[in-house]
């Protein structure tokens, strides 16, 4: 699969001159350990942020908050907090000129690409928010996991991803997991607050949002892939952060000409006394929930642009569905949303989908950990297949 390509990757500065010093069969135990720990840290990232950013957007929306485009502003605008990661682990340096190094982006490559992911990112918080806005933090949550069947799609298309049967399985289940949410009304999707009910045509735009931005969040994960393979060729993890930068600075003034557009900077004010009236310091929770829903967001993405280097897209985004069994949880808990039989049954379909397409993950580590070691195993017979013929003769 991808993990012996990836692990590669990851190689210091030092490792050209020590590779030929020392036999392969020693290195590669070493560089996976340093590979799994970097995934598990990317995959707590994602879970984490992911979980807290939504749980906090939605606070936001319940109490008081009406701007999509500011829903959608606070998914990007915390991007000045990966300036220090960025310094920790420093993207390689742009040689000045393109002649110097033939597989090195130009300058105008760059600034297209970092764009066109930048709009295409705004218009997925978009339509996040606005899902995020009509449905139940539930709802939304098991919806979502429909991005994975994009993502396959996106993959096999744009990544050249291989569809086995244990994968194909896990987009079914999957499928079928958001099909059960989409045709069944949400008991919870009532406004506590007495302004208007949720009615079906609500549920219904709510769906088509969140199902279209899964789409094109699909779409976005495999050209960060493409992007990293075919057009950046960067071999640091400084390079995530990089991106990140560049593509959440265009998607925040994108988000920012929205917000103004729209004239729904308007309406902040008004929000802010809403949550005065609703709670004790209501203006700093106000400020805290937007703010903490922004960081969520940064680590998330650094999560799952992290994991789309070190493996796939396809795999980063079969991780994020592990907070469809969270997040839902956290939705009965904190803001006492009814888990229904429904729910129930395609919470664990998801969670059956994302238990096959990980045995795939563990199937294709193993044959890989196997062919590298035949590998190393045909070597050092043939050398000592030489030293024999030499001795003979």
């Not at 998914?75 to 000045?96: D, E, Y």
């Not at 709009?119 to 991005?147: E, M, R």
């Amino acid at each position: 699969m991808h993990q012996i390509s990836m692990l590669q990757k990851y190689k210091g500065p030092d490792d050209a001159s020590s590779l030929s010093d020392q036999p392969s069969s020693l290195l590669i135990p070493d560089k996976r350990w340093k590979w799994w720990i970097l995934v598990v840290l990317n995959i707590v990232f994602l879970l984490l942020g992911q979980a807290v950013a939504v749980i906090l957007g939605k606070f936001y929306f319940d109490h008081g908050g009406h701007t999509k485009w500011m829903g959608a502003l606070v998914q990007t605008a915390g991007f000045p907090v990966l300036f220090i990661p960025l310094l920790v682990f420093p993207a390689p340096k742009r040689v000045s000129s393109s002649c110097n190094n033939p597989s090195q982006p130009s300058l105008f490559t760059l600034i297209l690409l970092y764009f066109s992911l930048g709009c295409l990112l705004a218009i997925d918080n978009y339509w996040y928010s606005l899902g995020l806005w009509y449905l139940s933090v539930t709802t939304y949550s098991l919806i979502c996991a429909s991005q994975l069947i994009f993502n396959v799609i996106f993959s096999i298309t744009i990544n050249s991803e291989k569809l086995t049967f244990l994968i194909l399985k896990s987009v079914i289940l999957i499928t079928v997991s958001a099909s059960l949410v989409a045709i069944h009304p949400d008991s919870s999707e009532h406004d506590e607050h007495g302004k208007h009910s949720r009615r079906r045509k609500d549920h219904v735009i709510g769906f088509l949002c969140t199902v279209g931005a899964s789409a094109a969040y699909a779409l976005l994960l495999s050209l960060t892939q493409f992007s990293f393979d075919k057009v950046l060729k960067k071999e640091t993890f400084g390079v995530v952060f990089e991106m990140q930068i560049y593509t959440s600075l265009v998607s925040t003034f994108v988000c920012i000409v929205g917000l103004f557009a729209s004239s729904e900077w308007k309406t902040l004010g008004s929000e802010m006394e809403t949550f005065k009236l609703t709670f004790k310091n209501g203006e700093l929770l106000y400020v805290l929930s937007l703010v903490g829903s922004a960081l969520g967001w940064q680590i998330c993405t650094v999560g799952v642009v992290g994991l789309i280097y070190l493996v796939s897209s396809l795999f980063s985004n079969v991780v994020s569905m592990l907070c469809v069994p969270f997040v839902p949880v956290v939705g009965v808990l904190f803001y006492k949303e009814k888990m229904d039989g429904i729910k129930i049954v395609a919470m664990l379909l998801t969670i059956w989908g994302f238990a096959s397409y990980l045995y795939q993950q563990y199937l294709d580590d193993s044959k890989a950990e196997k062919e590298e070691t035949d590998s190393d195993s045909g070597i050092e017979d043939s050398r000592l297949d030489g030293i024999s013929d030499h001795k003979l003769v």
